[in-house]
């Protein structure tokens, strides 16, 4: 049972924006950012739709999390993420200094956790909350590629 405002709870709407980028057939992540348990901002992959490979879940967030904040600093927020952020999201995330980031599925290949301090010193970090089924998500889309 999931229990509202919790961690599986967001990361669910994260599938769910995991879910809106596999449609599009782009490599599904989703994001949302959380403050005071509402979601203000939602992302997933655009990187085809937008020809931009800078166009990650995590970066669409952050910037629609911004604007909606009508600032650059994250404070006092969760990022909730389908994928362990990659190098250039991280260095997003820093200079945001969100407070939190949630991730499903650990990214062996691209991860930019395995860095230390690659995010600000203050922002936690939990990972593998829903895990399965993110990574799921992604085995199914790449085996569609193969």
Same mark, same amino acid.
């Given at each position: 049972?999931?229990? +509202?405002? $919790? $961690? #599986? =709870?967001?990361?669910r709407k994260a599938l769910d924006e995991a879910k809106r980028a596999f449609d599009l057939d782009e !490599? +599904? /992540?989703?994001? !949302?950012? /959380?403050? &005071?348990n509402q979601i203000i901002a939602k992302g997933h992959n655009l990187t085809?739709?937008? &020809?931009? !490979? #800078?166009?990650h879940a995590e970066?669409?967030?952050i910037t629609s999390a911004a604007e909606y904040l009508g600032g650059k600093y994250?404070?006092?927020? #969760?990022? =909730?993420?389908?994928?362990?952020?990659c190098v250039m999201c991280a260095?997003?995330? &820093?200079w945001s200094q969100i407070s939190k980031v949630v991730y499903g599925a650990k990214d062996e290949r691209r991860g930019a956790l395995r860095y230390d301090n690659?995010?600000?010193p203050t922002t936690?970090? !939990?990972?593998?909350?829903?895990?399965d089924e993110c990574s799921e998500l992604m085995k199914v889309f790449f085996k569609s590629k193969r």
């Open positions: 049972m999931i229990t +509202p405002f $919790d $961690d #599986t =709870y967001f990361m !490599v +599904p /992540v989703g994001a !949302v950012i /959380v403050a &005071n085809e739709q937008l &020809n931009d !490979v #800078t166009a970066m669409q967030s994250l404070k006092k927020c #969760t990022l =909730y993420v389908t994928l362990e952020p260095g997003a995330l &820093n690659i995010l600000h936690e970090i !939990v990972g593998g909350i829903l895990a």
